[in-house]
C-alpha cells in the first residue's frame, strides 16, 4: 500500500515542486487550496521516487485520489494507486482530471464515466481592475463610492485577523437562510489562511471605511495565475460586490496577469466580463 499521511503545511511546501511551472489552471492543483481546506476533504499524501500521490475525501462520492504528479512513467503511477485502492477496500475514483489526462487514460484503455463537472473562469486581473468589458456591473461600484465616499480597501496583515473573523461571523449571522453545513470547515479554511498568511505567497484585502468592513478576499499565488479563495461582500450594500472584487483585481495585478475563480463561489457570477479561458475538470470512476 501507499504509505499516506494527514497533510500538512511541510506537505504543501513540499508539493510546490510538483506543481510550479506546470501551467495547471485548476485551483484544486494548488498546494494552499489543498492545504486550508483540508478540514473539509481531509487529504492525505504520500512521495515516493516516482511521483507525489494524493488522496482526498469528496463529498457525496467516496474516496479520490489525484492523478499521480511527478515526471514518472504514467502506467506504473496508475498500477501504484490501483493496488492501494483495491487493498484499501475503496471504488478507484480519479479527481481532478482534466481533458488532456482522460485522453491519456483512454489510451491505456480505462473506461472512465464523467462525475460532477467543475469549472474554474481564467479572467484578466487587469481587465477587471479596469472595468474592461465590465461597465454594467461598473455602475453599481460607482454607487458604492458614492454612497461611502471613506471606504477605502487595504491589504491584509496578520493582525487584522480578528477583525476580520468578526466580520465573518457578522456575515453568516445576517444571513441565516442561506443554508451551510459546512460553515466550521470553511471558517477552519479562513483561520489557515490568516495563520500562514506570510508563510505561503497568500495576500488579501479588506474594503472597509473606519466604522465597518464591507467585504474581504482572500487569494494564493502559483505561477501567473492568483487563486481567489474567499470573496464575501455585504449584502445589501448595493455595489460592496462589485467594489470588493475589482479592488483584489487591482491588489493581484501587482503579482500576477490572471485570476481563477471556481464557479463554487456562488455571486461571483454576476460578472459581465468574459473569461479568458474555462478549464472543466472532473471526478471519474473506472467502470
Not at 125 to 136: C, D, M, T
Amino acid at each position: 500500500m501507499i504509505n499516506f499521511h494527514k497533510f500538512g503545511f511541510l506537505d504543501a511546501k513540499r508539493l510546490q515542486r510538483y506543481t510550479k511551472g506546470k501551467n495547471y489552471w485548476h485551483c484544486t492543483y494548488n498546494p494552499i487550496w489543498i492545504f486550508i481546506w483540508s478540514d473539509y476533504y481531509k487529504p492525505e499524501i504520500a512521495f515516493d521516487n516516482d511521483f507525489c500521490y494524493i488522496r482526498f475525501l469528496m463529498p457525496d462520492i467516496g474516496m479520490c485520489y489525484y492523478p499521480p504528479l511527478g515526471d514518472g512513467d504514467l502506467v506504473k503511477g496508475m498500477n501504484t494507486i490501483k493496488s492501494d485502492c483495491k487493498e484499501a477496500g475503496f471504488d478507484l475514483n480519479i479527481a481532478p482530471i482534466d481533458e488532456e489526462l482522460v485522453i491519456r487514460l483512454t489510451k491505456l484503455n480505462y473506461k472512465l464515466k464523467q462525475n460532477d463537472v467543475m469549472i474554474n473562469y481564467i479572467y484578466s486581473n487587469e481587465a477587471l481592475a479596469f472595468q474592461r468589458g465590465f461597465k454594467a456591473r461598473r455602475s453599481l461600484a460607482r454607487v458604492f463610492e458614492r454612497e461611502h465616499i471613506n471606504a477605502f480597501y487595504k491589504e491584509i496583515k496578520k493582525e487584522d485577523f480578528p477583525l476580520i473573523l468578526e466580520f465573518i461571523e457578522a456575515w453568516h449571522r445576517e444571513n441565516e437562510d442561506i443554508k451551510d453545513s459546512n460553515y466550521f470547515s470553511k471558517l477552519n479554511a479562513i483561520k489557515q489562511m490568516m495563520d500562514h498568511l506570510y508563510e505561503f505567497d497568500m495576500h488579501g484585502i479588506m474594503l472597509m471605511d473606519e466604522e465597518r468592513v464591507y467585504g474581504v478576499a482572500i487569494g494564493s499565488t502559483q505561477d501567473n495565475v492568483t487563486f481567489l479563495h474567499l470573496n464575501l461582500a455585504l449584502e445589501g450594500v448595493t455595489g460592496s460586490f462589485e467594489e470588493l472584487l475589482i479592488c483584489f483585481a487591482k491588489n493581484a495585478l501587482l503579482r500576477t496577469r490572471y485570476l481563477n475563480i471556481s464557479d463554487e463561489l456562488g455571486n461571483i457570477f454576476k460578472l459581465s466580463v468574459k473569461p479568458v479561458k474555462k478549464e472543466g475538470f472532473y471526478a471519474t470512476f473506472r467502470l
